[in-house]
């Protein structure tokens, strides 16, 4: 799960996550040898250049951007690999995401097409909070890489009967966006050990967790 959407379901597992060298802090792709002002210029067009290794934070951006691009040409879906990464999202407040798939068919803007499987399919007409802000983080994170796509896509598949599904559109409006940049600096401190994460609300959390979280949360409630 997108530390920011788990955020929003145990702040304690996040830095959990990160002890057991699951998440590193922000920016530490192989030492982001850049700044991400830099990175953001060079998506701008100022600066062109083929990405011969992705050992930077820069590396990685042009990779996604050139990969988008070509895809945005034949029209077509460009989908990550479970194992390795086509194309990803750099924010500018420092959170890394890999999308499930972008969908270039329309030639014009890209739209991020996200899938959940589910034991329960969302009934308030709206998709899960977690999940929504997921998606809007990995728009502005296309955003970054010079795009602007006029909205996301999630679908919820029912775990027991796949046939079963919800689609929900998902647009940047300014109060997602915002939310997208408070929950992003509130996740980066508890990343950085400069806040301490809010312990979890129930007990069920806790035992749903994974045994190499649990030993080393000093929050779990069993």
């Not at 991400?36 to 820069?58: C, F, L, Y």
């Not at 939310?179 to 050990?193: C, D, F, M, N, P």
């Amino acid at each position: 799960m997108h530390v920011l959407a788990e955020h929003l379901y145990c702040e304690a597992k996040i830095l959990a996550r990160k002890q057991v060298g699951e998440i590193q802090t922000p920016y530490a792709l192989a030492g982001a040898k850049i700044r991400e002002e830099e990175a953001t210029r060079v998506m701008k067009g100022k600066e062109v250049r083929e990405a011969r290794g992705i050992e930077t934070v820069q590396d990685l951006m042009i990779m996604s951007a050139r990969n988008i691009r070509r895809t945005l040409r034949v029209r077509e879906v460009l989908a990550n690999p479970k194992e390795s990464i086509l194309f990803a999202t750099i924010l500018p407040f420092g959170v890394f995401g890999k999308p499930d798939s972008v969908d270039c068919s329309s030639g014009d803007q890209p739209i991020l097409l996200e899938l959940k499987t589910k034991k329960e399919l969302p009934r308030r007409g709206s998709p899960w909070p977690n999940d929504e802000l997921q998606l809007a983080a990995y728009m502005m994170g296309l955003e970054q890489l010079g795009f602007s796509p006029p909205y996301g896509t999630i679908t919820y598949k029912l775990r027991g009967d796949p046939r079963q599904t919800v689609e929900f559109r998902v647009k940047l409006t300014p109060e997602l966006r915002s939310k997208v940049e408070s929950t992003a600096t509130r996740v980066r401190r508890i990343l950085e050990g400069t806040e301490e994460p809010t312990p979890p609300d129930s007990v069920n959390k806790c035992a749903s967790c994974a045994t190499e979280h649990r030993e080393v949360c000093r929050y779990k409630l069993c």
